[in-house]
T-cell receptor, first 111, second 115 residues
Framework: RKEVEQDPGPFNVPEGATVAFNCTYSNSASQSFFWYRQDCRKEPKLLMSVYSSGNEDGRFTAQLNRASQYISLLIRDSKLSDSATYLCVVIVSGGYNKLIFGAGTRLAVHP | EAGVAQSPRYKIIEKRQSVAFWCNPISGHATLYWYQQILGQGPKLLIQFQNNGVVDDSQLPKDRFSAERLKGVDSTLKIQPAKLEDSAVYLC?????????????FGPGTRLTVT
């Protein structure tokens, strides 16, 4: 079983739609969680952190459910420019902090 | 502020040849990471340095891959000899503080094709 699992998609949605991505993680020692965005043939860039209380940044909302070991990202009012791959990232604590990336979920927003 | 620099951006080699990639992190960043990203997959950590010491190299195929960060600044990743399955994008990243993702910055990557 992969340490971080995501639905690879693609999610094909029209502009203005609301879309949600899920991510599950297997290591209960995971302590920090993030969503990264990766455009085609570009490097990953931090989108937002994920907190148990949930957090919102404009059209983006991230949620964490520690009991179910589940992270979500909600995008409202999708724009064409939201088309990208969204990577779930988990930091596992130990002797040092280890970052583990999911395989990503691809989103394609069409007119 | 200058970002993470990597070179070359693209490389095509034949299997069994050798190749080296270079990374210069953001000034002042103590932690440096090399990731391998195969098409359709997420980045996989190959090696993590804290200053010039190795923190994690558990997923580095040590029979063919090596990396160094001699002065705690720039780093080199080498593959010798290359295999077809090494075709991937090699991403270098750096952070000011170890393991803190919100301060993790990636370079543009080196796209390696092994034929």
């Amino acid at each position: 079983r992969k340490e971080v699992e995501q639905d690879p998609g693609p999610f094909n949605v029209p502009e203005g739609a609301t879309v949600a991505f899920n991510c599950t993680y297997s290591n209960s020692a995971s302590q920090s969680f993030f969503w990264y965005r990766q455009d085609c043939r570009k490097e990953p860039k931090l989108l937002m952190s994920v907190y148990s209380s949930g957090n919102e940044d404009g059209r983006f909302t991230a949620q964490l459910n520690r009991a179910s070991q589940y992270i979500s990202l909600l995008i409202r009012d999708s724009k064409l420019s939201d088309s990208a791959t969204y990577l779930c990232v988990v930091i596992v604590s130990g002797g040092y902090n280890k970052l583990i990336f999911g395989a990503g979920t691809r989103l394609a927003v069409h007119p | 502020e200058a970002g993470v620099a990597q070179s070359p951006r693209y490389k095509i080699i034949e299997k069994r040849q050798s190749v080296a990639f270079w990374c210069n992190p953001i000034s002042g960043h103590a932690t440096l990471y090399w990731y391998q990203q195969i098409l359709g997959q997420g980045p996989k950590l190959l090696i993590q340095f804290q200053n010039n010491g190795v923190v994690d190299d558990s997923q580095l195929p040590k029979d063919r891959f090596s990396a160094e960060r001699l002065k705690g600044v720039d780093s080199t990743l080498k593959i010798q000899p290359a295999k077809l399955e090494d075709s991937a994008v090699y991403l270098c990243a750096s952070s000011q503080r170890q393991g803190i993702s919100r301060w993790l910055y990636f370079g543009p990557g080196t796209r390696l094709t092994v034929t």
